[in-house]
């Protein structure tokens, strides 16, 4: 019973790290969209989950069977359009998908907030030349 228990947790340990490493992955592809203020769509969110899953450092840091942990069932099908990215019905989302959206999600709050930041500069004077 012990070895199961620790052949268990070591998968669990082994699953949590890829699942981390494939988050890394996909927040720094999708940090490069966030940046120049493109839109997540149907069609990005496939191609930064097939960048993501192409990983060659992720392929080689994890094996095979950990990497079809990650891959989407080809039953489970989303649209590839120009549309807006929309999962407010749905809280099944595959993990590059789940990642993708949670960078997306983080980066529009932080926005809010440093342009809610910048009105209260402004309502305060910070940031003029001079106090009249």
Do not use: C
């Not at 012990?2 to 999708?30: C, G, Q, Y």
């Not at 930064?48 to 069932?73: K, T, V, Y």
């Amino acid at each position: 019973m012990n070895k199961l228990n620790n052949e268990l947790d070591l998968a669990a340990l082994r699953f949590k790290s890829a699942a981390r490493d494939l988050e890394h992955i996909v927040r720094h592809i999708a940090a490069r969209y966030i940046v120049q203020q493109v839109p997540l769509t149907w069609r990005l969110l496939h191609a930064i989950e097939a960048e993501a899953l192409a990983d060659l450092g992720f392929a080689s840091r994890h094996d095979g069977f950990m990497l079809g942990l990650f891959q989407r069932p080809d039953d489970l099908q989303f649209p590839e359009t120009d549309d807006a990215v929309d999962f407010s019905r749905s809280n099944a989302l595959p993990a590059v998908f789940a990642f993708a959206v949670a960078a997306y999600e983080e980066a529009k709050k932080a926005n809010a907030v440093a342009v809610k930041g910048r009105g209260a500069d402004r309502e305060n004077g910070a940031g003029r030349a001079w106090r009249g």
